[in-house]
C-alpha cells in the first residue's frame, strides 16, 4: 500500500449520531447567547431611555401649563397632599400664584391643616366650586 492511499475504515456503531447531536447542542447553545445578547441589548437601551428621559423631563425648565380655575379646583385637594406628578403641580401652583379666587380657596381648604398633614378642614373635593363661588367678588 503506497503511502498517499488509505483505506477507508467504516466509522464506528454510533460516532456519526454523536456527531450530529454535538453540532445541534452547539447551535442551540450559540442560538441561545444571540438571543441572550439580543434581550441584553433591548434592555441597555430601554434602561437608557428611561433614564434620558427621566432626566430631560427633569431639567427641563419648560414653563407651567395655564389651566382654568375649574381645573386648578379639581386638582386642589390632590395639590394639598402632594401626589400631583411634578409638571400638574407645577401648573396648579402657577395658576394659584395668578388667581386670587383659587388661592383663597385653597388658603381656606388648607387652614385646617393639623400639623400631621392631615386635613381637619369641611373642604373636599365638592365643596370647592362652593368655596371658588364665595371668593369671587
Request: aromatic residues 4%.
Amino acid at each position: 500500500m503506497n503511502a498517499h492511499e488509505q483505506q477507508w475504515e467504516s466509522c464506528p456503531s454510533g460516532l456519526m449520531g454523536e456527531m450530529a447531536e454535538g453540532l445541534r447542542s452547539t447551535r442551540a447553545r450559540r442560538q441561545t447567547m444571540r438571543s441572550f445578547a439580543s434581550a441584553s441589548i433591548v434592555l441597555v437601551l430601554l434602561i437608557s431611555g428611561v433614564v434620558l428621559t427621566n432626566y430631560v423631563v427633569s431639567n427641563s425648565s419648560a414653563p407651567p401649563v395655564s389651566i382654568t380655575c375649574r381645573e386648578c379646583l379639581d386638582k386642589l385637594v390632590d395639590y394639598r397632599e402632594g401626589v400631583l406628578a411634578p409638571a400638574i403641580r407645577a401648573s396648579v401652583q402657577a395658576h394659584l400664584e395668578g388667581c386670587p379666587s383659587c388661592h383663597d380657596a385653597y388658603q381656606k381648604m388648607s387652614g385646617g391643616n393639623d400639623g400631621r398633614g392631615e386635613s381637619t378642614s369641611q373642604f373636599e373635593r365638592g365643596d370647592l366650586a362652593l368655596a371658588m363661588l364665595k371668593s369671587r367678588p
